[in-house]
C-alpha cells in the first residue's frame, strides 16, 4: 500500500511539473503567422502613385519557390499588363517582381499573388490595388486567401498523430517497461507476451499509417501547386515535379526514406522473435533512435517562424505515454499482465 501511494503522488508531482512547464514554454513562445505573409510592397497596397512604376515588387516573410510562385498585373478592364519578366526573384528568394511597360495609363491596377512558401509548400493567393495619377472606381483588392486547405489539414494531423504513436510505443518500451519488467524468463524483449504484442500493434499501426498518409501528402500538394486534379496530376506524373524541384519534395524522400527503413527492421524483428528474441530489444532501441529524425522532419516543411516548434511538439507528445504519463497510462496494463510495481520488483529478485 505505500508502494502505490507513493507512486500515486510521484506521479502527481510529475504532472505538476510538466504542467507548470508546459504553461512556461507557451507563454513563452513566440506568436507566430499561420504561413508566410507580405512584409511590404511597391507600391503599397491601395496607394495613388503620380506616375507609373517601371515594376511591381512585393517581400515575404519567407523564401519562395521559383517554380510556382507567381505574379501578374491586371489593369481595371482585366487586361494583363506586365511584360511577362515577373517571378521571383533570383538574387533574393523572397521577392516577386513583375515588370511593367513605362506608359501605363492612369487608372486602376491589380497584382495577383500566388507565392508557394519554400518551407512548408502552402500556397496563398492575394490581390493588392494601386492607382497611377489619381484613384477612381470602387476596386477593391481580393485580399488573402491562405484559409487551410481540408486536404493538408488532415493529412498533417494524421501523420503528426502516426509518428507521436510511433515515438510513444518504442519509448514506453525503452523508458518504461523494459526497466521496469526486465524479466529474464521473457526471452522476447524481457516482457510479458501480452505487453510486447500490444506494443508490436501500436508500432505496426503507426508505420501503415505513416506511410499511407506520406503517399497522400504527396499527391495533395501536387494538386494544390499545380491546381489540378488527381487524375492529372497521376496521367503527366506532376508529382515527380514536386518530389525532385521543391524542399517538401526533398524532406518526403527523407521521410519516406526513413519509414521503409523502420519498416524493414520491423519486419526484422518479427521475424527472429521465435529464432533470435534476444536481438528485438537491439532493434527496437534502433527504431526508437531512428523517431528523433522522423520528428525532425515535420519542422523541415513548416512554416519558418514556428518550424521549432513543430519538432518540439512531436518529441513531447512522444515522450508523454513514455515519461510524463507513463506510471497512469501504463498501469492498467501492468495490471492486466498480472503485475504492479512491487511484483515487477519481486520477479526481478526472484529471478
Same mark, same amino acid.
Given at each position: 500500500?505505500?508502494?502505490?501511494?507513493?507512486?500515486?503522488?510521484?506521479?502527481?508531482? $510529475?504532472?505538476? =511539473?510538466?504542467?507548470? &512547464?508546459?504553461?512556461?514554454?507557451?507563454?513563452?513562445?513566440?506568436?507566430?503567422? +499561420?504561413?508566410?505573409?507580405?512584409?511590404? %510592397?511597391?507600391?503599397?497596397?491601395? /496607394?495613388?502613385?503620380?506616375?507609373?512604376?517601371?515594376?511591381?515588387?512585393?517581400?515575404?516573410?519567407?523564401?519562395?519557390?521559383? $517554380?510556382?510562385?507567381?505574379?501578374?498585373?491586371?489593369?481595371?478592364?482585366?487586361? $494583363?499588363?506586365?511584360?511577362?519578366? /515577373?517571378?521571383?526573384?533570383?538574387?533574393? %528568394? @523572397?521577392?516577386? &517582381?513583375?515588370?511593367?511597360?513605362?506608359?501605363?495609363?492612369?487608372?486602376?491596377?491589380?497584382?495577383?499573388?500566388?507565392?508557394?512558401?519554400? /518551407?512548408?509548400?502552402?500556397?496563398?493567393?492575394?490581390?493588392?490595388?494601386?492607382?497611377?495619377?489619381?484613384?477612381?472606381?470602387?476596386?477593391? =483588392?481580393?485580399?488573402? %486567401?491562405?484559409?487551410?486547405?481540408?486536404?493538408?489539414?488532415?493529412?498533417?494531423?494524421?501523420?503528426?498523430?502516426?509518428?507521436?504513436?510511433?515515438?510513444?510505443?518504442?519509448?514506453?518500451? =525503452?523508458?518504461?517497461?523494459?526497466?521496469?519488467?526486465?524479466?529474464?524468463?521473457?526471452?522476447?524483449?524481457?516482457?510479458?507476451?501480452?505487453?510486447?504484442? $500490444?506494443?508490436?500493434?501500436?508500432?505496426?499501426?503507426?508505420?501503415?499509417? +505513416?506511410?499511407?498518409?506520406?503517399?497522400?501528402?504527396?499527391?495533395? *500538394?501536387?494538386?494544390?501547386?499545380?491546381?489540378?486534379?488527381?487524375? @492529372?496530376?497521376?496521367?503527366?506524373?506532376?508529382?515527380? *515535379?514536386?518530389?525532385?524541384?521543391?524542399?517538401?519534395?526533398?524532406?518526403?524522400?527523407?521521410?519516406?526514406?526513413?519509414?521503409?527503413?523502420?519498416?524493414?527492421?520491423?519486419?526484422?524483428?518479427?521475424?527472429?522473435?521465435?529464432?533470435?528474441?534476444?536481438?528485438?530489444?537491439?532493434?527496437?532501441?534502433?527504431?526508437?533512435?531512428?523517431?528523433?529524425?522522423?520528428?525532425?522532419?515535420?519542422?523541415? &516543411? /513548416?512554416?519558418?517562424?514556428?518550424?521549432?516548434?513543430?519538432?518540439?511538439?512531436?518529441?513531447?507528445?512522444?515522450?508523454?505515454?513514455?515519461?510524463?504519463?507513463?506510471?497512469?497510462?501504463?498501469?492498467?496494463?501492468?495490471?492486466?499482465?498480472?503485475?504492479?510495481?512491487? +511484483?515487477?520488483?519481486?520477479?526481478?529478485?526472484? @529471478?
Amino acid at each position: 500500500m505505500m508502494r502505490l501511494t507513493h507512486v500515486f503522488h510521484w506521479n502527481s508531482w $510529475r504532472w505538476l =511539473a510538466l504542467l507548470l &512547464i508546459g504553461l512556461v514554454l507557451a507563454g513563452a513562445a513566440p506568436r507566430t503567422q +499561420a504561413h508566410g505573409y507580405i512584409v511590404r %510592397s511597391i507600391p503599397e497596397d491601395r /496607394s495613388v502613385v503620380g506616375r507609373a512604376p517601371n515594376q511591381v515588387q512585393v517581400w515575404f516573410s519567407e523564401g519562395l519557390e521559383p $517554380r510556382f510562385s507567381t505574379i501578374a498585373v491586371y489593369n481595371q478592364s482585366g487586361d $494583363r499588363v506586365d511584360l511577362g519578366e /515577373s517571378g521571383v526573384d533570383p538574387r533574393n %528568394s @523572397t521577392r516577386l &517582381i513583375a515588370a511593367l511597360p513605362g506608359d501605363l495609363p492612369q487608372g486602376a491596377y491589380l497584382v495577383r499573388l500566388r507565392p508557394v512558401f519554400t /518551407s512548408d509548400g502552402h500556397a496563398v493567393s492575394d490581390t493588392l490595388v494601386f492607382w497611377v495619377g489619381e484613384q477612381v472606381g470602387n476596386v477593391e =483588392a481580393g485580399g488573402a %486567401s491562405g484559409a487551410a486547405v481540408t486536404g493538408e489539414v488532415l493529412w498533417r494531423v494524421a501523420l503528426n498523430l502516426a509518428l507521436i504513436l510511433l515515438a510513444g510505443a518504442y519509448w514506453t518500451y =525503452a523508458l518504461v517497461l523494459r526497466p521496469a519488467w526486465q524479466n529474464p524468463r521473457y526471452a522476447l524483449g524481457n516482457l510479458p507476451p501480452r505487453v510486447m504484442q $500490444r506494443l508490436s500493434g501500436l508500432v505496426w499501426a503507426g508505420l501503415g499509417m +505513416a506511410l499511407s498518409v506520406n503517399l497522400v501528402a504527396l499527391f495533395q *500538394i501536387s494538386t494544390r501547386l499545380f491546381e489540378a486534379p488527381l487524375q @492529372t496530376v497521376l496521367r503527366d506524373n506532376l508529382w515527380e *515535379i514536386v518530389l525532385q524541384g521543391t524542399n517538401f519534395g526533398d524532406v518526403w524522400q527523407v521521410r519516406m526514406g526513413l519509414l521503409v527503413f523502420m519498416l524493414l527492421i520491423q519486419v526484422v524483428a518479427a521475424q527472429q522473435a521465435r529464432n533470435r528474441p534476444g536481438s528485438t530489444h537491439v532493434l527496437w532501441l534502433v527504431n526508437g533512435t531512428l523517431v528523433l529524425p522522423l520528428l525532425a522532419t515535420q519542422s523541415l &516543411i /513548416s512554416h519558418a517562424a514556428g518550424a521549432p516548434l513543430w519538432g518540439v511538439g512531436g518529441l513531447a507528445g512522444g515522450v508523454w505515454p513514455s515519461g510524463g504519463g507513463g506510471g497512469l497510462d501504463w498501469r492498467g496494463v501492468g495490471a492486466g499482465a498480472g503485475a504492479t510495481p512491487g +511484483a515487477c520488483a519481486a520477479g526481478r529478485r526472484r @529471478t
